[in-house]
């Protein structure tokens, strides 16, 4: 069972960026692949993007050219850099395991993001 806590969200205003960190405990994390997924109010969960063990990137197309996805393996961590931040950007992220663009981990509590307009 990986444990895992998001870290780095906070009031940014529009135009702005933020990396957020995702810390993994209790399993394999290197050999795991980890996906980033935000929700904001009244919405579903929606994927943003994911790496696998070897580094090889997928992004929501929402988001891509604003976002970049990355990983440390010897700290357990996976981040995600959003740049050019939006107020539709508000939204609690979420980060844990996945299959493409598929959840397949349990969640931790996740992060806060609202972007200011």
């Known amino acids: 069972q990986v444990q895992l806590v998001e870290s780095g969200g906070a009031l940014v205003q529009a135009g702005g960026s933020l990396r957020l960190s995702c810390a993994a405990s209790?399993?394999?994390?290197?050999?795991?692949?980890m996906g980033w997924f935000r929700q904001a109010p009244g919405k579903q969960r929606e994927f943003l993007a994911s790496i696998t063990s070897g580094g090889s990137t997928r992004y929501a197309a929402s988001v891509k050219s604003r976002t970049t996805i990355s990983r440390d393996n010897a700290k357990n961590t996976v981040y995600l850099q959003m740049n050019a931040l939006r107020p539709e950007d508000t939204a609690v992220y979420h980060c844990?395991?996945?299959?493409?663009?598929?959840?397949?981990?349990?969640w931790g509590q996740g992060t806060q993001v609202t972007v200011s307009s």
């Open positions: 209790g399993s394999i994390f290197s050999i795991n692949e």
């Open positions: 844990t395991r996945t299959i493409g663009t598929m959840a397949i981990g349990s």
